[in-house]
């Protein structure tokens, strides 16, 4: 080697280094961008389920009108159930209702007091439910629970109940079946499945033949 070579070789000590700070400064930068696009997916999703809240809030006292105990509450009111199928003009149909059966409802109203509701079976499946006001069904029975063609039950309050406990007899267990409503008004649906087309008459006499009346 001569001694231009030698002049003209850096040392290893004059040799430029790598930076040993800028990974980890990459690394750290990556993870802010993604904590901060974490924090503006939960703040917009925070933002759209405060909106969309608010937007329920406002409209529950629509959406409670709709439910069927309110839609049909002026039916049934003389006693026995009255057809919703096809529904009352005016009136919206049953959601849930069934092509293949016939529906017919009483509207109650407890603060009168507990309400009876009797209905006689026949030849086609016969089901009754208890639906509360604002939504939900609170009791269901079908014909197979029938007594010797009959089938009886008495819907009343929380302390209507207490009240006729509390009046029934000692030893005694009383033989109506009773059932709580955890609302003041509801409706109860009396639903006959209609087999073939000629048996729509006689479910339909079935659907209103239900009894709903103040209890004794």
Known sequence: MNAADATEAPSPATQPRADTHALPRRWLSRLGRSLLQFALLTL???????????VTVFRIP???THDAATAYAALGMNGRAELVTPPPAGLPAILDGDPNSVAAVCSYD????????VARTGSL??????HRRGGGVAYAITDRAAIR???EFVVMTQEQLDERLANDEDGETSRELRVVSPSLQGLVV???VVRRAFDRSEAETLATGVACGLAD
């Open 110 to 117: 407890l603060a009168a007091g507990p309400l009876r509701v």
């Open 190 to 192: 009396a639903r006959v």
């Open 125 to 130: 499946p016969l089901g009754l439910t208890v």
């Open 149 to 151: 063609g009959v089938l």
């Open 44 to 54: 917009a999703g925070l933002l759209l389920g405060g909106i969309v809240h608010i």
């Open 62 to 64: 629509a959406l409670a």
